[in-house]
């Protein structure tokens, strides 16, 4: 699945759903789904910075694709990285570093979520695109 398709996947189960509070309920059941990361990964240079809730993300190569891992101690917060990880996870780092993430301004994240959520979700993209970024270079 490509990038935007997997984004326009989440736009469309996002649209299955009338109200914020339904969606606010996806996105803690995503949350919940979401796989726990091992415990080797929540170190101190895997959590991101800028987040209100403690969020670790591992980055790794599996052949030409890099791939992501994450977790968060809030369940939200957990919903939100997994919808990261699945629009980015299994592409080049070229695809990565230069990707057009439009779901969260389709689904009107920005516009619903606590400023602090916000700013940590914007967190999250930028250290995924920051790895892509060096994955990318040492390639």
């Keep these: 699945m490509t990038i935007n398709e997997a984004q326009d996947e989440l736009i469309d189960d996002f649209e299955l759903f009338d109200d914020w509070d339904s969606k606010y309920e996806y996105i803690i059941d995503l949350g919940k789904q979401f796989p726990a990361l091992q415990e ?12 209100q809730s403690r ?8 052949g030409d694709l890099l791939k ?4 968060s101690d809030a369940v939200i917060t957990r919903g939100l990285i997994g919808m990261l990880v699945k629009v980015l996870s299994g592409h080049t780092p070229e695809e990565i570093a230069s990707a057009d993430l439009y779901f ?10 606590a400023q602090t959520r916000s700013n ?3 967190s999250m993209l930028k250290q995924m695109r920051a790895y892509g970024i060096a994955y990318q270079a040492a390639n």
Aim: with cysteine; glycine share 8%; proline share 0%.
């Design 40 to 51: 080797q990964y929540k170190t101190e240079e895997n959590i991101i910075r800028g987040c």
């Design 55 to 62: 969020v670790w993300l591992n980055a790794y190569m599996d």
């Design 68 to 71: 992501f891992e994450a977790d």
């Design 104 to 113: 969260m301004e389709r689904v009107g994240l920005h516009q619903h979520l």
């Design 120 to 122: 940590g979700l914007a």
